[in-house]
């Protein structure tokens, strides 16, 4: 069962972001979207008591101040934030990044299609795998 859990989004693109809630909304995934424009601003947001743990975190790896491996590189040695799954949605094709991404304990990576059924598809994805995981508390 899908946690009841926010989705924490962490994306320094507007398109990208607008893209991500509207394809969650056509496949009518309910939970709330938190959005954060990098690393930094999304290790605040997890570290802030009064936030609301999100039950997956979709994470972009090409940001400014901080990037979404060096955010990996905290968050899961973050005893607070680490168990909290992240998937990697990127336009990175390179393999030092995927290689690297899991290395830091990632639970997927998936590039951004340019088409938008297709990234609905992508989306879709993500929502099953979220759905069937039985993800620790």
Known sequence: MRSKRPILLVEDDLVDRMTVERALKEIKVANKLVMVENGEEALDYLR??????????????????????????????????????????????????RVESFNLGIAGYMLKPVD??????????????????????
């Open 48 to 97: 802030d008591p009064t936030s609301e743990k999100p039950g997956i975190i979709l994470l972009d790896l090409n940001m400014p101040r901080m990037n979404g491996i060096d955010f990996l590189k905290v968050a899961k040695q973050d005893p607070a934030i680490k168990r909290i799954p992240v998937i990697v949605l990127t336009t990175s094709r390179d393999e030092r990044d």
């Open 116 to 137: 938008y059924l297709q990234f609905v598809e992508v989306v879709r994805a993500i929502d099953m795998y979220w759905t069937l995981s039985e993800l620790p508390d």
